[in-house]
């Protein structure tokens, strides 16, 4: 057994122990569907985003998500307000830059919440990974339009530029933290047929980061963990709405050995 | 068969045949099950928080819910400005003061509600409840740090105080009016690990204070109601995912009859 | 075969192909939904709502669905800007005018967002259809109080008056773009115990809309297709819970011609 595949079972033991409050600030669309993921899998969510409130909130989290799914500047000054708050207790914020590279209001908000907050991971496909750097990156609404496979060395390189962690995900998740390269093979194709399996890939990295210090680890362990789930829904479902049932379903029961014995985490590929 | 047993049964019946429309002003992440919920168990939902709508809407309304979940000024404003309204005509409302006592915004806009309007039913975990008195209370984001043991007399008095009923949510629900206490042992362990059921346990007594005048047992039946669908979707569910969806189911099938069999109030205990 | 069932399944399989960009304004109580449904059938939904974003979304959309189930000002706001911008683009909108009739702040919108926009197709039940001629229509909330059949002639000549396609939901459809009127009785008795199926039809239509530049045959085959998937749901679910998750699940499993051989649609009837 692999360290990651340990610490894997290792962080969702721990996080089922601890059931760390996870302040998510996020979109509309995946609000009750993320709070279920959450649950399932052993946290507890909050959502909170009135700017007089965020502050007050974060300071109970173990981990912040922020993701701008559908955002509105109002949400973004919250996020920021959060964010902030966030890094000067140092606890860890996950950034998911919903659409970035579609719109210049998206791409311009990640940006500015990365300026202006200490991320510990950036959670997208590669498109909006890609559009955090190249000004001329184009996606085309939330789809993905790279390949996990052209964004490897330039995650690493942009992990290093932004000082943070990057989860690119796709058919093979890539994980980087500018240095070591890790990339995640769990998941199931169902998953692009249900909305927001990104959002949550993103909470359950904020729910591992609750318990895992090392935002490398903790990003490639949780994408095995939600991979997996996604593995173990598909043998049950043949289509997205049964899917997205069990998928919630697997989160709460997959035991922490059973991770360790079927993650596809490949360290430094 | 209790009287409050028999009770049950008859709303559950009136609800079903009268089909009041409920008007919500609620949380983002709970919504849609909040609103599938209500149709399941045979009320007619309407969300609108607009506050040049509100009084309009509200008009039409069997009850009025509000719920601070994901509460921001405006939003406090419109809930106000609903339930004045609200009072004025002696339509019956019903408040969820979500993670009141864990943010100074949420215990001040609970507060602020209750002082404006006239609240028939607050329902909330013990911490919540608490805090709408003690301002030294301290809650841990949505979660309950009391017991419902610590809080009963307590409650008894606050309702007193607040001159309303008190739905106090838990293991086991307490229900007074100051008054009469009544408790109610419904329920499943995994209601726990679905985002809403708190919320959902508030609709569902402000769909039973539709047809039912007197507060204490529209709340307790409803309560009853709400925990018996639980422990039916805990028959054919083991998991998060499969059981809100089973949830919903047994809200239809449950007929009056086995609601009255079933249902376990306990009164003046 | 009839021309009708033809088209149909030839917009069925152009979805699955194109995977059309829906751009919704939409409401927070089916947002889940309506984007789950989308993209089960096929269809990339994105959900956007800010002034300043709206333009640049609908750029890439191959439909924009307008619904004001939740409206606010400012949203009505975004969806104008949103419905202009599409206008010029010659990019098909449709409008669902939730609760028109209820309240003056619905009606106004929705007959606000029909004079500043081009819309193709207004989807909506009876009472909220003919709320938009006559300033006296009263409903109940969102639900219906006038059947299809008092609709028919006048929803011929509003269609006219309006200049678009009107889609009048209930037991049996209507479709009319003023000239043609077909009828469409696809369905299942669930779909009014679970919320958001109006609007799911609403989307289904922008989805096919996407594909199919007539909006008669567009709004007709596409109400068609999502009453069917009630009619499948409905063999394996017998309460709202599990009937939603078939239904989802069924949008994603009907093949073309299986649409083109059960759609019950009568042309001029």
């Known amino acids: 057994m692999t360290e990651l595949a340990r610490k894997a079972a290792d962080n969702l033991a721990a996080l089922r122990k601890n059931k760390p409050l996870i302040h998510n600030i996020t ?67 996950i950034l998911d830059p919903v659409g970035a590279g579609a719109t210049p209001l998206r791409t311009a908000s990640a940006k500015k919440i990365i300026d202006q907050t200490r991320i510990s991971v950036i959670r997208g496909n590669a498109s909006e990974i890609l559009s955090l750097r190249d000004e001329n990156a184009k996606t085309r609404g939330v789809d993905s339009i790279h390949s996990v496979d052209e964004a490897a060395e330039t995650a690493r390189l942009l992990a290093r530029e932004l000082n943070t962690t990057l989860a690119i995900t796709g058919p093979v998740d890539l994980v980087t933290d500018g240095r070591r390269v890790v990339r995640v093979s769990n998941g199931h194709r169902l998953m692009g047929f249900v909305t927001g399996t990104g959002c949550t890939a993103t909470v359950t990295i904020g729910a591992f980061l609750a318990v895992d210090s090392d935002a490398l680890s903790a990003a490639a362990t949780a994408l095995a963990f939600f991979g997996l789930a996604g593995e173990i829904a598909g043998e049950s479902a043949a289509a997205p709405g049964s899917f997205m049932i069990h998928l919630l379903d697997a989160l709460y029961t997959i035991a922490p050995e059973k991770l360790a014995q079927n993650c596809k985490i490949q360290d430094n590929a």
């Open 27 to 93: 979109n509309f669309v995946v609000m009750n569907y993320t709070a279920n993921a959450l649950l399932a899998m052993g946290a507890s969510p909050v959502m909170a985003h009135a700017i007089n409130e965020v502050e007050d909130m974060v300071a109970f989290a173990g981990a912040l998500v922020l993701n701008i799914g559908t955002l509105t500047d109002d949400w973004v000054a919250a996020m920021i307000k959060a964010g902030r708050k966030a890094s000067a207790l140092e606890t860890p914020i």
